[in-house]
């Protein structure tokens, strides 16, 4: 252990993490610091800190990290090298020999894939059933639903999506009950505000957590008072990571439970 005399304001540097560690003040028996670091750096208090969220990497996670990155380096190079012959291909009206170059970047980037998906499996225990909290995601925007989904997936927890209220109210109806749901509320067929009603007069749906997501002001859905049935209102353009922590807290999950846990694959539109 390196053991270091600081006096206030003095500071700490770990320039290859790029984090500053400084002194901002000096009470009897305590210190206060303020930490400089980037967004991948996670930083946690020891006492709340969940032992099993971060791990040192070992020697093969560190070897197979560095194969993947030997393999992404590759394959897009082979990538970039398609595209521009099948540039060229196409400016020459050479369609039947572009359509096979084009083949060739599809198998480049889906080998791309693979290696990635292997990876992670190899570096990424799949969490128990139990140990996963379960959104449903209504979005009617198919991009805008996969692109969440995939987000909250890579976040730990386990995702279903709806494209509208009434697929949504059939399956809140017909299948296990999620932990939370996150509802846009401008919706075909049925809408957020008529799904949030539904949702709240079902007595085995008592207690279930709901997050709008919308574009517009709650005013204008008439649920904006106390009691309307909505838990949180998030507003578009939607910070995720924003969503995601205080998902966190209404599901009364500590800050590294979630992200320490891998997705699922249940999915249904």
Known sequence: ???LSRRR???LIFPSIQTTIQIVAIKPGVVRLGIDAPSHIQVFREEIMDPTAVQPLSIVATVKLRELNHVVRNRLNAGTVGLALLRRQLKAGLTTEGEATLEKIAAEFQTLREHIEQTTRALVPMPTASARRKALLVEDDRNERELLAGFLRMAGLEVVTAGDGSDALDYLRTKERPDVVLLDMVLPRC???TTVREIRRDPDLN???IFA??????ERFGLAAEGSGVDRWFHKPLNPEDLLRDLRRELGDRPASIEARTSSKLSTD
């Open 1 to 3: 252990m390196l053991v």
């Open 9 to 11: 304001n003095e500071k």
């Open 191 to 193: 809408d957020g505000p």
């Open 207 to 209: 207690n279930l957590k």
């Open 213 to 218: 997501v919308t574009g517009h002001d709650p």
